[in-house]
């Protein structure tokens, strides 16, 4: 997702947090070879597939949300969250907690799953109760309506994008979805 919403809106990238390798900016960097945006540095990356917490844990670091500053950018910023919104940073602060300290606005990744519809509304709810601003939802994967339909009724969010399963996501796939993206971005 970040890489369609870094090619729609010309924008840079930034993921504060990783935990594994390869690193998501180096995957959202190699889908947008052709664009000028710029892949700024993680505050912190972690060598272990895990929870941020839990991989800190393993190299004895303790992640502070006083560590966090926003690069400095001259364009739009994508913020890549780590897990979803409710994923602990450490025993006091949620990944949502970084969304909060840069006053972002916040687009909803939907992925279409059985219990998609708990965990979406519950994301939408944590990003309610801290009064964030939410552009609007994306959906990803396998087209199923009425998940769909009874998202949007509850959460009367635009929806932003539907991305369907794709066999290969490259360049071309990106700026497929980037037009879309930015016929539904304002509207």
């Not at 912190?44 to 800190?56: E, G, L």
């Not at 009367?156 to 071309?172: A, F, N, Q, Y």
Request: hydrophobic residues 40%.
């Amino acid at each position: 997702m970040s890489a369609i919403l870094c090619k729609a809106l010309q924008a840079d990238y930034w993921k504060p947090v990783q935990a594994g390798y390869p690193t998501d900016s180096e995957w959202v960097k190699s889908l947008l070879r052709d664009t000028d945006s710029k892949i700024h540095r993680e505050t912190y990356v972690f060598k272990t597939s895990a929870s941020p917490h839990a991989a800190a844990a393993l190299e004895n670091v303790t992640i502070s949300l006083n560590d966090f500053a926003v690069p400095d950018h001259k364009r739009d910023l994508i913020i890549e969250g780590a897990g979803g919104c409710l994923v602990p940073l450490n025993d006091q602060d949620f990944v949502i907690d970084l969304a909060t300290r840069f006053s972002a606005e916040v687009v909803l990744v939907s992925n279409l799953y059985l219990g998609s519809i708990n965990h979406t509304l519950l994301s939408w709810e944590a990003i309610r109760r801290r009064s964030l601003p939410i552009r609007g939802i994306i959906f990803n994967g396998k087209h199923n309506a009425e998940s769909e339909r009874i998202i949007l009724h509850h959460t009367r969010l635009s929806c932003l994008l539907h991305v369907e399963h794709e066999d290969i996501l490259d360049g071309t796939v990106i700026e497929k979805y980037s037009r879309k993206l930015k016929a539904s971005w304002n509207g």
